[in-house]
């Protein structure tokens, strides 16, 4: 006899309950879906993600900050280099999962498209708000075009379409495809001014396309990190994702998918250190080996949430992760036009200078007892405390802000 705790499971629906009844039973039909309702693993890989975005988004002193929590200055990587990758991630790996519970209730093809088109537009609307905030001339005359919701949005609409009109083999071949054709571009085609293969700020060709189409509207005159030809390779970090979510919804032991999964990884880390010799690791570039080394770790961190939470059920840490997970969009939004507004309201700094809200709360309530670099770090924390009691809000009302 089976026999289900609920109070053992606190973050799974009924349908969740029911959809693993149904895979301990023999008599399952090959046609119902692997899956229903939510994978807690999955949220709470999404939290873990966006509660780091938040924090090293959002430090006190930016002249004062832990070098792990600052991007690398160029080549190279820094834990913060995996954040922005790992979230393009996770939006792979809930496609086929979602996709799949439309299907199962009833929606047909016609209303996965409008849905796609319909998210992907309202996501870079969102972006394109968040650049234009706080809503002056200047801002909107020089408004920043790329972003990241924008890249989100562009990631999930190519990433979607494969998904819907590819199978898995054409999947794996589009996406070393778009990897090995952008190498391909970057070492062959020089930017005019510059040599073939030059991949520095200034005379790399992804940067030389954004400042020569998006003049005036990139994050810096030389280059923009979220630019036009690199987010070619970006949709295979989607692709990544949405790859793990379909060997997950694979009818096959548990672990015979952990082990998959962390096989994966570890191939793609290794690939990813290869090809950084002839093509370095670099975010602000989104290079291929970038996707590779990126995507080979959120494999594997995916890997350990699934056998840690929905396998072995080691749940009692994963509340807070997941009310950040169920509402990340709402929280990346909410949580950076806050940050703005700190820098828009006007309040007098410590030596008599006007300064703005952040600095003013910065300086009273932190830098006087904390060293610059411990108070800008601290700022960052309570940032996202704060971010997760109005999240838990929501959470305990059952708001899920979606789009």
Partial sequence: MIKLDKESLPFE?????????????????????????????????????IAAMVLVNNAGNWNAVYPPLSHAAWDGW??????????????????PLAFEKRKAAGGNQRDLYLKIFRRTLVIFLLGLMLNAFPFTLDKLVNLR???VLQRIALCYFFAALIFLKAR???????AAALLIGYWLMMKTIAAPGFAAGDLT?????????????????????????????????????ALFGVLAGQW????????????????AGALCVIAGYVWDWA?????????????????GLALQ????????????????????????????????????????????????????????????IYERMLATWLSPINASLAFAICYVLLWWLLMWVLYRRKIFIKV
């Avoid at 995996?82 to 939006?91: H, R």
């Avoid at 990139?218 to 949709?235: F, H, N, Q, V, W």
């Avoid at 997950?248 to 096989?263: Q, S």
């Fill in 13 to 49: 629906t009924k349908e969740a309950i029911r959809g693993k009844a149904k895979e301990m039973l023999p008599e399952v039909s090959a046609a119902e879906p692997a899956f229903a309702g939510r994978l807690t693993s999955l949220d709470v890989f999404r939290g873990l993600t």
């Fill in 145 to 147: 075009i790329p972003g």
């Fill in 301 to 360: 961190l995916l890997a350990l949430c699934y056998w840690a939470i929905d396998v072995k059920g080691y749940r009692r840490w994963v509340k807070p992760f997941v009310v950040f997970g169920v509402n990340a969009l709402a929280l990346y939004v909410l949580s950076s036009l806050m940050a703005k507004a700190l820098l828009v309201i006007k309040a007098p700094k410590l030596d008599g200078s006007m300064g703005d809200l952040k600095t003013f």
């Fill in 168 to 174: 898995v083999k054409t999947q794996v071949i589009i």
């Fill in 78 to 95: 820094t834990p913060t280099d995996l954040v922005f990758p790992f979230f393009v991630f996770v939006v792979g790996v809930a496609i």
């Fill in 201 to 237: 700020m200034e005379g790399s060709l992804a940067s030389w396309v954004d400042r020569t189409l998006l003049a005036g509207h990139t994050y810096k005159p030389m280059y923009d990190p979220e630019g036009l030809l690199s987010t070619i390779p970006a949709i295979t970090t």
């Fill in 279 to 295: 093509f370095p690791i670099n975010k602000a570039l989104w290079t291929s080996s970038y996707v590779m080394f990126t995507g």
């Fill in 248 to 263: 997950l919804m694979e009818r096959r032991e548990a672990l015979d998918k952990i082990a998959g999964l962390f096989a």
